[in-house]
């Protein structure tokens, strides 16, 4: 899976899935835009993505990661380096 539209249908049915209303997400949609999504529950939603897609994320990378595009975006590099 590699296309970007997958990986972003799959990435909002595991927002939907950590944020009960996670809203419309967009590339630019971040921490602010989700209620809930503070420090520890993006932790809880990075480890989720993790699981989903059987990749590993780094902490460098999960530091880094703040917005929906930046978490697709981090997906599809670990995808295509596998």
């Known amino acids: 899976m590699n296309n970007m539209d997958e990986i972003k249908a799959t990435l909002t049915s595991v927002f939907e899935t950590v944020f ?3 809203g ?10 989700v209620r809930g999504w503070d420090s520890l529950n993006h932790i809880v939603l990075l480890n989720a993505v993790e699981e989903r897609f059987g990749i590993k994320f780094e902490l460098e990378e ?4 703040q917005s929906f595009g930046e978490i697709c975006s981090g997906v599809e ?3 295509s380096d596998r």
């Open 20 to 22: 009960s209303d996670a």
């Open 24 to 33: 419309a997400l967009t590339d630019a949609t971040t921490p602010g835009d």
């Open 62 to 65: 999960i530091l880094s990661m």
């Open 77 to 79: 590099k670990k995808l």
